[in-house]
């Protein structure tokens, strides 16, 4: 069967049900990209998260997760294989070791080393607490930190960390199972929140409590009665600065409430960046700027200032404005994103061309309706080093499984 894209111009409103709609206006169909499943058999295989790096310098090795299961929470005895698909021998898979500590969303926190290329870390249990496993894919030498971290500085010293048995309390999916929350009846801790880890020494220092957080003024809300947590933390392309979001839940709410914020990576200098409260996925598009969905004037994906008041620009209305997990190919001229389900249940990852205001289409791909939820299989787009190709969790072909598209005949 031929597989098409349309390639849509300025004035998008979003998605239409079944079509990519803009403004009424649409160009002819063209190919759309290759893609091929690099991973298969009869378990299931994924990476996770959007914002970590998946592929090794020289774009030979991809690294992802197999499990022998789906559709249901992990549990404190479930472990997953971690390993790298070899793209130059046949997409062989290579299993690495393993890991008791993880979740469906952002797995064990699997990522290559930044500036190295022989070393991985992820996440595991080791007792009543979780750690950081740090790798060296050649020679098997590992190395154990006492805290699970979440995001690694671009100089691949340091990593900043959460708290992952409270995050499995207050936002199932993202945190571990298998450690209880020893402050799940506090509303504000003061010894939970973000911590630095030195990736040398392992020396950690807890930064921000979530009391101080939660002491920080929402304007016509009263955190004091509130539960708080942070996810998503993100340091920025020259170390300088970090990314959290803080949400909180109030009594008797149906969800969470979320604001942005960044810091100095000594925990000081805290701004609130974005306090409209429904803040989502995120990424540095440089050492200055973010760029978020977020609802200000209309829902979309917004550029915002790192600096208390700074100016807020919608990054272009070209641009679908659903929510999706986002990220910058190498030069900042295109936008690689994704989208939730539709009606028909398709997922529709593409790029948006920042210069040109437009919209490519890598694909359409459908994920069945026990996909929901803590165990739903979200797209979670991510590219090479060089920005040649796209790597995928996608369960279209039977099960979640990490595919590979090559973008090359669009971005040159």
Not at 371 to 377: F, I, K, N, Q
Request: charge should be neutral.
């Amino acid at each position: 069967m031929q597989l098409t894209r349309r390639t849509f111009l300025a004035g998008s409103a979003g998605w239409a049900t079944g079509l990519w709609a803009v403004g009424g206006l649409r160009a002819g169909e063209e190919p759309l990209p290759p893609v091929r499943a690099i991973t298969r058999g009869s378990k299931f295989h994924w990476y996770g998260y959007y914002d970590k790096l998946q592929f090794d310098p020289g774009n030979r090795y991809a690294l992802g997760m197999e499990v022998g299961f789906e559709h249901r929470s992990p549990t404190a005895a479930d472990v997953v294989a971690v390993g790298m698909i070899d793209l130059a021998e046949g997409d062989r898979w290579i299993e690495l070791g393993h890991s008791a500590a993880w979740c469906w969303q952002q797995g064990c926190m699997l990522q290559w080393r930044p500036g190295s290329s022989d070393e991985v870390l992820f996440n595991d249990r080791e007792g009543d607490h979780y750690v950081c496993r740090l790798l060296n894919v050649k020679t098997r030498a590992k190395r154990t930190l006492p805290r699970a971290i979440y995001a690694v500085s671009p100089d691949g010293r340091w990593a900043v960390a959460t708290d992952m048995r409270r995050l499995a309390d207050t936002r199932p999916g993202y945190g571990y199972n298998g450690i209880a929350d020893p402050n799940r009846e506090v509303l504000a801790p003061r010894d939970s929140g973000i911590w630095r880890v030195d990736l040398g020494t392992g020396r950690q220092e807890l930064l921000i409590s979530l009391a101080e957080v939660a002491a920080i003024p929402f304007p016509g809300r009263d955190l004091g009665r509130a539960k708080h947590w942070v996810n998503h933390l993100l340091v920025n392309p020259d170390g300088t600065r970090f990314e959290f979001l803080h949400r909180f839940k109030e009594p008797g709410a149906r969800s969470h409430v979320t604001r942005m914020c960044t810091a100095a990576p000594d925990g000081s200098d805290v701004r609130v960046i974005d306090s409209n409260g429904a803040t989502s996925h995120f990424i540095w598009r440089d050492p200055h700027h973010i760029l978020a969905w977020s609802r200000q004037a209309r829902p979309g994906f917004y550029v915002f200032e790192d600096r208390q008041g700074g100016g807020v620009e919608l990054v272009g209305a070209g641009m679908p404005t659903a929510d999706g997990h986002c990220s910058y190919l190498p030069g900042n001229q295109w936008v690689l994103c994704d989208g939730y389900p539709d009606r028909q249940r398709r997922q529709n990852p593409y790029l948006y061309h920042v210069p040109g205001n437009r919209v490519v289409p890598l694909g359409h791909f459908h994920t069945p309706r026990e996909y929901a939820g803590e165990w739903r299989c979200d797209l979670h787009p991510r590219f090479s080093r060089d920005g040649r190709s796209v790597t995928i969790d996608s369960p279209h072909d039977g099960g979640r499984q990490i595919h590979l598209i090559d973008i090359r005949g669009i971005v040159g």
